[in-house]
């Protein structure tokens, strides 16, 4: 079945250093690929999308790129602050066999930030 | 544009009993799906409604049910709490279902149940 692996954290950085957050799938069809992230106390919000192979997402300094090769979906940062502290999700959304929204969460990987 | 509501924004409740959680999905949303969050497993999906039909349903028991009324509101229940059924649980809605263009889900705050 469809799955999402994540790299397991915390992540602890230095602010303004750079981010990479692992995040590879297993889908059949061709899934659309999202990540979330998750500030305490609060619900998911929708970071970035990309909806075929090679289509980069970007919002807020962050980007990730749908690499079908290699089933993977990055997501990095150029110089992460501490208000970037959060939870991250990755997340699929097959659009194969069927019309439905359901997405297929990875673990999420805790970002800390420090000054 | 108002974002998704949840409410209650915090319950707690006995093992045995049942709860009625609501949510209201961004207003021209038709779809709106259901999430448990818990630290052990993670985000899991459980049921996602589209025009007051249920499109898809996660691997839960028969405990949990939902609806979907015809302004989009919804509504999921869960009878005979048990005590792992203490979460976070999430709605989420989006324009429409898959086959259409517009498919981001939007996510509300939550709604967190504690079963004691």
């Known amino acids: 079945g469809n799955s999402v692996t994540q790299m397991e954290g915390p992540v602890t950085l230095s602010e303004e250093a750079f981010l990479t957050i692992n995040c590879t799938y297993t889908?059949?069809?061709?899934?659309?690929l999202f990540w979330y992230v998750q500030y305490p106390g609060e619900g998911l919000q929708l970071l970035l999308k990309a909806t075929k192979a090679d289509d980069k997402g970007s919002n807020k300094g962050f980007e990730a790129t749908y690499r079908k090769e290699t089933t993977s979906f990055h997501l990095e940062k150029g110089s992460v602050q501490v208000s970037d502290s959060a939870v991250y999700f990755c997340?699929?959304?097959?659009?194969?066999?069927?019309?439905?929204?359901?997405?297929?969460f990875g673990t999420g990987t805790l970002l800390a930030v420090q000054p | 544009k108002a974002g998704v509501t949840q409410t209650p924004r915090y319950l707690i409740k006995t093992r045995g009993q049942q709860v009625t959680l609501s949510c209201s999905p961004i207003?021209?949303?038709?779809?709106v799906s259901w999430y448990q969050q818990t630290p052990g497993q993670g985000l899991q999906f459980l049921f996602e409604y589209f025009s007051e039909t249920q499109r898809n349903k996660g691997n839960f028991p028969g405990r949990f049910s939902g609806r979907q009324f015809s302004n989009s509101r919804s509504e999921m229940n869960v009878s005979t709490l048990e005590l792992g059924d203490s979460a976070l649980y999430l709605c989420?809605?989006?324009?429409?279902?898959?086959?259409?263009?517009?498919?981001?889900?939007?996510f509300g705050p939550g709604t967190r149940l504690t079963v004691t």
């Open positions: 997340a699929l959304s097959s659009r194969g066999g069927g019309a439905t929204n359901k997405l297929i």
């Open positions: 889908a059949t069809g061709y899934p659309s």
């Open positions: 207003s021209g949303h038709r779809s």
């Open positions: 989420a809605s989006s324009l429409g279902h898959a086959g259409l263009s517009s498919y981001e889900q939007y």
